[in-house]
């Protein structure tokens, strides 16, 4: 059973920062990855981290976000910074595979990121 939530979204202009995090016994169990998705659009990956640490970016966050994970809580961060409004959209995290695709048909509720210009 997957049990993740996401917080620390909110209102932001551009240029700004936010931190997001993702909490849950899930986050300890598997590679985790931070999606995004616009209205009418997949779910797009943003970032993933593996157990050991290892890292992706996407090339539209790449330099500009950091993900990293804290095992002993069972959380899971998004340190974005320089947002731009096309950053906006809802935000979820969840496990994926070392391939990097979602292991579950699973979403959470979300958090939402708004970037004003």
């Known amino acids: 059973q997957v049990q993740l939530v996401e917080s620390g979204g909110g209102l932001v202009q551009a240029g700004g920062s936010l931190r997001l995090a993702c909490a849950g016994r899930t986050v300890g169990e598997y590679n985790m990855g931070w999606f995004r998705q616009s209205p009418g659009e997949e779910h797009d990956l943003l970032a993933s981290i593996r157990w050991f640490d290892t890292t992706y970016y996407a090339d539209s966050v790449k330099g500009r976000f950091t993900i990293s994970r804290d095992n002993t809580k069972n959380t899971v961060y998004l340190q974005m910074n320089s947002l731009k409004p096309e950053d906006t959209a809802v935000y979820y995290c969840?496990?994926?595979?070392?391939?990097?695709?979602?292991?579950?048909?699973?979403w959470g509720q979300g958090t939402q990121v708004t970037v004003s210009s």
């Open positions: 969840a496990p994926v595979s070392d391939q990097n695709y979602p292991v579950f048909d699973w």
